[in-house]
């Protein structure tokens, strides 16, 4: 079975057990602030770009948080979020539902399936925290990126820094709490990581259904870009995580997360 397929099932499995109330309140939050769900940093890369009559993708977007945030940003005029989880997708769009945001459709569907009919229909495709660890082959990925973009649209990433998957964390073999430039991994790993013990930030299980992710180092992630004419123009780094795991790294110099926005030329 591929790794798409029991993918799949690990996560509608794990939101089938999520915490009680997980999601539920997003719907108040849309209508309360601004941007919510997004850090500092990507708010104002977001306030910085132009979206006059844009029509947004995000690949992997989970419960559509991120993306409702978008729909209510000056200009937006429509945004669609795919998934390959369905009963995430459903919770989606009950939070649309409840928070009167009109504009917005999710599609549950295998990302590199994506149906041609969303090809040249978007002015940007969003990827957010621990989107692209699922996809083996980023060249496929950005592939179907490039292709759903209208000419000059932007790819935009706000993600894990790949460094942060050399360091231990809480919970695995070789974490040190006293310890905060221990390295226990390889940046250049070629393996899998092969877990069954998440999602616990969505779920309170101790263990769950087999979850296949993988390493990327930056300059894999910029060269898919760019072999499917995908131009970086702007990378920022920060030494602060957005895992939710990294407390003891945090603030220390290490580069724990990035935003890059590249460009359909």
């Known amino acids: 079975m591929k790794y798409t397929e029991t993918n799949k099932q690990a996560w509608e499995h794990a939101f089938e057990n999520r915490k009680a109330g997980f999601g539920e309140e997003n719907y108040k939050i849309l209508n309360q602030e601004h941007l919510p769900f997004f850090y500092d940093e990507m ?11 844009a029509v947004i993708a995000q690949f992997c977007c989970n419960n559509g948080r991120e993306l409702l945030s978008l729909a209510g940003l000056p200009g937006v005029e429509r945004v669609v979020g795919f998934d390959i989880a369905e009963n995430i997708i459903k919770q989606a769009r009950d939070t649309a539902e409840k928070a ?25 495709v969003l990827l957010t925290i621990g989107a692209i660890c699922w996809f083996e ?22 993600e ?7 360091l231990p964390m809480p919970g695995e073999e070789g974490f040190d709490p006293n310890i905060s430039d221990k390295f226990a991994y390889s940046y250049f790993r070629s393996d899998p990581w092969i877990q069954s013990n998440g999602m616990t930030y969505m779920t309170g299980l101790a ?19 760019a072999d499917n004419g995908l131009f ?16 003891l790294y945090d603030g220390k110099g290490i580069p724990l997360s990035y935003v890059m926005i590249a460009k359909n030329l």
């Open 160 to 166: 894990i820094h790949p460094f942060e998957n050399m």
């Open 43 to 53: 708010k104002i890369e977001l306030e910085n770009i132009d979206f006059k009559n």
């Open 100 to 124: 009167g945001i009109t504009g917005c459709e999710f599609v549950a569907c295998n990302i590199l399936e994506i149906d041609e009919k969303w090809y040249g229909k978007f002015d940007a």
């Open 207 to 225: 263990e769950s259904k087999t979850f296949t992710s993988f390493s990327h180092t930056l300059g894999s992630i910029i060269t898919a870009l």
């Open 232 to 247: 970086v123009t702007r990378l920022k780094e920060h030494d602060y995580g957005v895992s939710g795991m990294t407390d």
């Open 137 to 158: 082959d980023l060249g496929e990925l950005f592939g179907v990126a490039a292709k759903c973009l209208k000419p000059d649209g932007k790819v935009l990433i706000h």
